[in-house]
């Protein structure tokens, strides 16, 4: 079971995930992302037509 749940995955929660896992925190981190992944955000999809 974790110590701490980060809910949103965006830059924001992806600092929060790492201070806390540098804390020696076990930690899960969740976010709606349709893309099933953490940090969607931040990325480009190139495959979408998003510009380079």
Do not use: C, K, Q
């Amino acid at each position: 079971m974790p110590d701490a749940v980060v809910i949103g995955a965006g830059p924001n929660g992806l600092v929060a995930a790492n201070l806390l896992a540098d804390a020696g925190s076990a930690l899960e981190a969740v976010a709606a992302s349709p893309l099933g992944r953490l940090g969607a955000g931040g990325r480009a999809d190139r495959d979408a037509g998003t510009p380079r």
